[in-house]
Each structure stands twice: as structure tokens, then as C-alpha cells.
């Protein structure tokens, strides 16, 4: 049987330890090449670098740094640095939660959607904690799902979020996107000159927290699983917004 062969990526740069965590985990799957982006891109979603070349540093033939987005590693590593197709795209561990609107931001969620259109599967895992990192819990699960990804497939289209609690876990729960419960803030500041300047912040409620979430798995000390679509048509509204077409065609009709 052909070794499998795995893509790593992530969005917070090739030395993260998260990232090397993940690498080491996998390796017992197949055939593992790194490709990432030179310095951390974190919240970049799923930007391309379109008025900048795109630079590639080869660390060695299975480690590449790109200067670009976790996107544009991806698509590089799949049209130009790898001479076959991956067989599987992780992205991660990214060190912070994914979950809930941060999903839309998320480069780490990114690198894996970009896999997913160009068919291959892929998902992504963060560490739901920015203290006292430990990405043991969460490499060694990437390690598991990914072998049921590379044994079962996912459905086309489909990438899985992967958010994995500090400390213990206790359970692991299939999960939807949580609604916003969070409060953007912008904080206002000045520099050693007298400047004001600003910075992103946010507040979370949590008293909003849906059961069937993925902040309220991770609230559980469960892992969640979210499924999500490539495809970001809602359907429910093509069919009803479809009533407001001979409206429409009216104000274009000669």
C-alpha cells in the first residue's frame, strides 16, 4: 500500500510550537511535508497576496516557509512544491480557540478551506487557551481523527474545526457555530510621543452560550467538532428570497 502523504500548515508560522507539536504526531501516519508561512498570519482568513511576490524559503525537502498567507502556502505547496497530491491537510495546533464569528478571521480555518476547494480534505485544530500552552491533548487527537479522515474521507466540501480544551478533556461532541456572543471593543491608546492608536479587544458573554455549540463543548472540557461547508450558499433563503423575483425582473423589464 502507498504511504499516505499529509500536508501541515498553519497561520502562526513555521517555528510555532503547535505546528512542530502536530508534525511529530502525524508522522507515523505517512509521509508529512511542512508548508507555512514565514511569520505569523494570524487572522488573516483566507486572503491571497496579490500585489507581493510570493517567496518560498526550503528549510529542507520537507519544510517550507512562505512569505505569504496560510492560503497562499496552501495553494503553493499544491500546485508548485509538492510533486504529488496530498492525501490530507491539517491545519494547526493554532494556540487560541477557534470557535464561534472567530471562524470567518481564522487563518488556521483558512489554510484548511482552501485544501477543501481544491477537493482535498482537510481540518483544522486549535488549543481553546492562550496559557500555559500544552499542544499534547491536541496533537495527539489530530493524530486520531486524522486517521479516520485518511481511512473514511470526508464528505466534499466539508472541512471539520477542531477546538480542544485546556487541561482535561472529558468527552469529545460533534458541534454547530456559535452565534456571536462576543462584544468587539476597540481600545484606544498613545504612544511614548503623545499619538493615539488602537487595538482590536473583545468581551465574551457567556451566558449566551448555546448547548449545542462549540463554546459550550469547550465549556464542558469536551472537544468539538464542527462540520463546515465550502459551499456558503443558504439554501433556505435561495427558496424564499426566489419570491421576490418578479419584483426584481419588473424594474429591468423594457
Wanted: charged content about 20%; hydrophobic content about 45%.
Amino acid at each position: 500500500m502507498q504511504a499516505k502523504r499529509i500536508l501541515v500548515t498553519n497561520d502562526d508560522g513555521i517555528e510555532a510550537e503547535g505546528l512542530k507539536a502536530l508534525e511529530r504526531s502525524l508522522e507515523s501516519l505517512g509521509e508529512v511535508v511542512v508548508v507555512a508561512p514565514e511569520h505569523e498570519m494570524s487572522a488573516t482568513s483566507q486572503s491571497l497576496s496579490l500585489h507581493s511576490p510570493l517567496r518560498v524559503r526550503a528549510i529542507d525537502e520537507r519544510h517550507y516557509a512562505v512569505a505569504g498567507t496560510p492560503a497562499d502556502a496552501v495553494i503553493l505547496a499544491l500546485h508548485r512544491l509538492l510533486a504529488t497530491r496530498p492525501d490530507l491537510v491539517v491545519s494547526g495546533v493554532n494556540p487560541g480557540g477557534n470557535l464561534g464569528e472567530n471562524i470567518v478571521y481564522s487563518g488556521t480555518v483558512a489554510a484548511a478551506m482552501e485544501a477543501a476547494l481544491h477537493g482535498v480534505p482537510a481540518f483544522a485544530i486549535s488549543l481553546a487557551s492562550r496559557k500555559d500552552l500544552d499542544f499534547s491533548a491536541a496533537a495527539s487527537f489530530a493524530f486520531h481523527l486524522a486517521a479516520k479522515v485518511l481511512a473514511e474521507g470526508l464528505p466534499a466540501g466539508v472541512v471539520l474545526n477542531v477546538n480542544v480544551p485546556r487541561g482535561e478533556v472529558r468527552g469529545v461532541r460533534f458541534t454547530r457555530q456559535s452565534q456571536k456572543i462576543s462584544q468587539n471593543v476597540i481600545r484606544e491608546q498613545k504612544d511614548p510621543r503623545g499619538r493615539p492608536y488602537f487595538w482590536h479587544d473583545e468581551t465574551i458573554n457567556f451566558d449566551q452560550v448555546e448547548p449545542d455549540s462549540d463554546y459550550a463543548a469547550i465549556g464542558a472540557h469536551e472537544i468539538s467538532i464542527t462540520p463546515l461547508q465550502v459551499n456558503r450558499t443558504d439554501y433556505a433563503s435561495l427558496n424564499h428570497l426566489s419570491r421576490w423575483l418578479p419584483a426584481l425582473l419588473a424594474t429591468v423589464s423594457k
